[in-house]
């Protein structure tokens, strides 16, 4: 414990020193080396930050985990105290200066939020079920602005920033999978990655990743398709409340068992209503404890850290 603790609160130092937008106007820039960054400059010790920080990525996203202790998140990744956890951002920003170094973080945090998701889904009648799909939201944001400001640093072509953030989010969610089932299943919350992969197959990637961008795409946070990610939470919860399976409003999205259908055959059903494709979003709205406003706390999450105005 005392060792854990030790590497906790250094990597929190580290962290922390990263946090701050000087820290990233330095590290993007660093003076007298014609606007390097460090990834430039030092990949190979970015690299190993990447790695020595990857456990930390869920406590970034405001989560608390009891088994890695020492790593603090007060008062310097969420400095305006209001959910926009600039301080993260910058931290994920920095990391993403080296594509190598990126990966294996994003990797690492794409595992976070899967895992959170996953847990909610196990149980989402828990009393602090909600606060998992809120810090799923927040990793998914972190991600997502991390890059966004890594590589609007590095390219000035929208078009190169967009292609750029597309194609690290995919290797990073690809290095994830090709840990395997097995592999992956043996790693602490490994099992509950797993779950989410498996219910959520390539509509979850879709979700998580994107589509691939057109050369005239704007470099802009386009935020992920909320649907494929509510369908995933969905199809990985063990047993649906039987109101909602058996409620004929939705009776396009579940086979004569009660199961979901798989994202493409759902999708053909309602291929000529295409109102239709946002009822995950309600059936999703009807797991949980109502009062505590889950279908919105995931995205919710994700919308506090992109924002633009702090």
Do not use: C
Not at 184 to 197: A, F, R
Not at 270 to 292: K, Q, S, V
Request: aromatic share 8%; proline share 5%; hydrophobic share 35%.
């Amino acid at each position: 414990v005392a060792t854990a603790t030790r590497t906790g609160s250094i990597m929190s130092a580290v962290a922390e020193s990263m946090s701050t937008d000087d820290a990233w106007k330095l590290m993007s820039g660093v003076p007298e080396t014609d606007g390097q960054s460090i990834g430039q400059l030092n990949p190979e010790l970015l690299q190993s930050v990447a790695h020595s920080m990857s456990p930390y990525a869920a406590d970034l996203g405001g989560a608390d985990q009891p088994d890695k202790p020492g790593f603090d998140i007060a008062g310097w990744a969420d400095p305006t105290d209001n959910g926009h956890l600039a301080g993260s951002s910058n931290v994920f920003a920095a990391l993403n200066t080296d594509e190598e170094a990126g990966t294996e973080f994003t990797k690492n945090a794409y595992a976070a939020m899967l895992a959170k998701e996953s847990e909610y889904a196990q149980d989402p009648y828990a009393s602090n079920a909600a606060n998992s799909l809120s810090t799923a939201g927040r990793l998914q944001g972190l991600v997502d602005k991390g890059l966004l400001l890594s590589t609007q640093d590095e390219f000035h072509d929208v078009a190169e920033q967009n292609k750029e953030m597309y194609e690290r989010k995919a290797a990073a969610y690809g290095a994830l999978t090709a840990v395997g089932g097995e592999a992956l299943g043996k790693v602490p919350g490994g099992s509950y990655v797993n779950t989410m992969i498996s219910a959520g197959g390539d509509p979850l990637k879709e979700a998580i990743i994107g589509k691939e961008p057109e050369p005239e795409e704007q470099a802009t946070l386009a935020g992920p398709n909320w649907n494929k990610h509510y369908y995933s939470i969905l199809n990985a919860t063990p047993e649906l409340p039987a109101e909602l399976v058996n409620d004929k409003e939705y009776g396009w999205a579940f086979d004569g068992q009660g199961k979901l259908l798989p994202w493409e055959e759902a999708q053909a059903r309602i291929a000529n209503n295409i109102e239709r494709g946002g009822d995950y979003d309600t059936m999703f709205n009807r797991l949980g404890r109502h009062d505590d406003g889950h279908g919105t706390r995931i995205t919710q999450g994700y919308n506090d850290v992109v924002r633009n105005n702090g």
